[in-house]
């Protein structure tokens, strides 16, 4: 069966750093939440102040992104027909191994308290032989070639203009991946440019990383026939 692989590369999905573990505004949070200030998710909704002086700080603190990417990515047709690998991999080199079968959490407290459980144990259920999601630690250039990916699509606003559809007609080869940024503000590090085979933009202008990850699975859809559902 052909499978469309999505990763979501250099997603702004951590638990707090080391570095501002003591901050007031970190301290206050957990505290309110009853959990260590390691144990918590960095939010820059939540945690601005005290991530000032973090090193790439715009690129950092949004899980938002990854639960919208998540649910838009999940409970698409694609997903349901099988067709779609959808992985996760963050600004910590971590990758996240998501069972196409999970239902995310549609609130996003418990998305958060979800993936602060994952970061923290590793796997949700904790105590699971088959996980809903799973961690390791890999670099974009382990996980292509973990996944024995041979072309890696990059998509962002500073490549060449083509459709959407020409991008599923290349992600459903069967040895490529599609590589989204999963951050609000920046570029790609380095790695990632040195593992795209080509670098392509589906729209003149920035557009959100869930708005892109929807479009190009809307695109696979139509390619792979999922609503063919008339007899000819
Ligand atoms: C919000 S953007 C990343 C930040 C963006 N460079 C900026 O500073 O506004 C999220 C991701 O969506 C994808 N993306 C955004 N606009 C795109 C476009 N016009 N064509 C293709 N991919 C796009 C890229 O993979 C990008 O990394």
């Known amino acids: 069966m052909v499978k469309v692989r999505i990763v ?16 007031p505004a970190v301290v206050k949070n957990a505290r309110r939440r009853g959990k260590r200030p390691s144990e918590v998710l960095l939010d820059v909704s939540i945690h601005y102040a005290a991530m000032k002086n973090l090193p790439n700080r715009f690129k950092r603190g ?5 639960h919208i990417s998540l649910l838009n990515a ?22 996240i191994f998501v069972n196409p079968k999970m ?12 993936m602060e459980q994952l970061l923290v144990t590793g796997k ?9 999601m799973y961690i390791k630690t890999l670099t974009v250039k382990d996980l292509v070639k973990k996944l024995n990916i041979k072309h890696v699509i990059l ?5 060449e203009l083509v459709t959407p559809d020409e991008v599923a007609s290349l992600a459903i080869r069967g ?13 790609f590090g380095r790695e990632v ?6 670098i392509l933009a589906i729209y003149p202008k920035p557009l959100d990383a869930w708005i892109v990850v929807s479009r190009i699975i809307e695109a696979c859809e139509r390619k792979l026939k999922v609503y063919s559902f008339r007899l000819e």
């Open 155 to 159: 998509l962002s606003e500073k490549g």
């Open 175 to 187: 040895d490529t991946a599609i590589f989204i940024g999963g951050f609000a503000h920046g570029d």
């Open 124 to 132: 949700v259920p904790p105590d699971s032989d088959e996980p809903l």
């Open 8 to 23: 979501l590369v250099e997603s702004a999905l951590e638990l707090v750093p080391r570095e501002i573990i003591n901050h």
């Open 74 to 95: 999940l409970s698409s047709p694609l997903n349901i027909e099988g067709y779609l690998e959808f992985y996760i991999h963050t600004i910590q080199d971590q990758v």
């Open 103 to 114: 239902r995310p959490p549609r609130d996003y407290r418990r998305f958060i308290g979800l």
């Open 193 to 198: 440019y040195e593992v795209a085979s080509d």
């Open 62 to 66: 949004r899980p938002d992104i990854v």
